[in-house]
């Protein structure tokens, strides 16, 4: 109940398309759904985070989407570029516990 | 400037030493937290401590050790312990507890 389910594993994207990643949870308290960028060597960054009382945000190339019903939620990135090139996590919680994170997808876009 | 220093970004032990992992933080933020980071299994909250002289035990808290002396350090103790201690140690702070969670730069420890 407590596990966020992460998909792909891996994606190779060719630049200027679309990188879609999907993340599933079981427990319907969970309040909270930020996404991290993380490049190799470095900590991961906040990147984009949503509230279940919204069912898209975006924040330039990169959008949220929230499925409450089917709870998931799926990053888009829009006109992927080689920059992008990263480990991507969907992370989850509710009130007072603590984040629990995907095991991450390492996107790869080809120029 | 502000952010999350940890030092240093690369340590190498002997196996049965006990090592400490520095974590500094100039946000002001309340909570602090240690995960660690192995490959394919995202990151695993070892300890996190919502306030000064008080912290909790994560996931996978055994073989380490942590204390809150000071809002802005929360230093990380890997014990001879710890079974497997070789991995990516990432520091975080927020605020409030547990959103918005923002991560240091890392230090890689190898054991052998």
């Known amino acids: 109940q407590q596990q966020v389910k992460q998909s792909p594993q891996s994606l190779i994207v060719q630049k200027g398309g679309i990188s879609i990643i999907n993340c599933a949870y079981e427990?319907?308290?969970?309040?909270?759904f930020p996404w991290y960028q993380q490049f190799p060597g470095k900590g991961p960054a906040l990147l984009i985070a949503?509230?279940?009382?919204?069912s898209e945000k975006k924040e330039g190339r990169f959008t949220i989407s929230f499925n409450k019903s089917a709870k998931q939620f799926s990053l888009h990135i829009m006109d992927s570029q080689p920059g992008d090139s990263a480990t991507y996590f969907c992370?989850?919680?509710?009130?007072?516990?603590?984040?629990?994170f995907g095991k991450g997808t390492t996107l790869s876009v080809s120029s | 400037d502000g952010g999350i220093t940890q030092s240093p970004k690369y340590l190498f032990r002997k196996e049965g030493q006990n090592v400490t992992l520095s974590c500094e933080q100039n946000?002001?933020?309340?909570?602090m937290y240690w995960y660690r980071q192995d490959p394919g299994q995202g990151l695993r909250l070892i300890y996190y401590?919502?306030?000064?002289?008080?912290?909790q035990k994560g996931d996978i808290a055994e073989g380490y050790s942590v204390s809150r002396e000071k809002k802005e350090s929360f230093p990380l103790t890997v014990t001879s312990a710890q079974k497997n201690p070789t991995a990516f140690y990432l520091c975080?702070?927020?605020?409030?507890?547990?959103?918005?969670?923002?991560f240091g730069p890392g230090t890689r420890l190898t054991v052998t």
């Open positions: 401590s919502q306030i000064v002289n008080d912290f």
């Open positions: 949503i509230r279940p009382d919204v």
């Open positions: 975080a702070s927020s605020n409030p507890p547990m959103y918005e969670q923002y």
């Open positions: 946000l002001n933020h309340d909570a």
């Open positions: 992370a989850a919680n509710q009130a007072g516990t603590a984040l629990i």
């Open positions: 427990n319907t308290a969970f309040d909270y």
